[in-house]
């Protein structure tokens, strides 16, 4: 019983001490960026635990293809915007394993060279639905004569 009461005085400090302002929130924290407008969720899910194809289409994007053949191209944050293509690139899945919106998962990055440093964690900014002939034009960019 004693501890029920200790920890209930804990909890009203705590709450008190919001209640006053006294807090510290880090401004890193209370400014995060958004996305200019969110992007909507996806009507076909991508299973991350069950992908055929990841592949880096530009520093920041990465286009992925479930066994479903359901795709998606990805916008990542920083520091997932210098990628190439034979960086380490992984899933960080909380919950069930499906990509349907922005926040679903988190990315998980490493340069190709950098065996020193531990994996880099990165937010998906924007996720876009594509067709498998969209996908196939980033796979076979239209050559420029």
């Known amino acids: 019983m004693k501890k029920i009461a ?8 705590v709450a008190g001490a919001g ?10 924290r ?11 969720p ?6 991350t635990r069950s992908l055929k194809t990841k592949m880096i289409v530009s520093k920041n994007q990465l286009v992925v293809v479930d066994d479903f053949n359901h795709a998606a191209l990805l916008t990542l944050s ?12 992984g899933f960080l899945i909380e919950g069930d394993s499906r990509l349907c919106q922005i926040h679903d998962v988190k990315i998980e ?7 020193l440093h531990p ?14 002939d969209q996908v196939k034009a980033y796979s076979y960019p239209a050559k420029s004569h």
């Open 6 to 13: 200790i920890l209930a005085a804990a909890v009203a400090v």
């Open 19 to 28: 209640a006053l302002g006294l807090t510290h929130v880090p401004a890193a």
């Open 30 to 40: 209370a400014a995060d960026p958004a996305p200019a407008a969110m992007s909507p």
């Open 42 to 47: 996806l009507t076909q899910c991508i299973d």
């Open 78 to 89: 920083q520091p997932c915007d210098q990628m190439d293509d034979l960086d380490h690139i």
């Open 109 to 115: 990055y490493a340069h190709q060279d950098d065996h």
């Open 119 to 132: 994996m880099l964690r990165c937010l998906i900014t924007d996720l876009k639905p594509l067709t498998l």
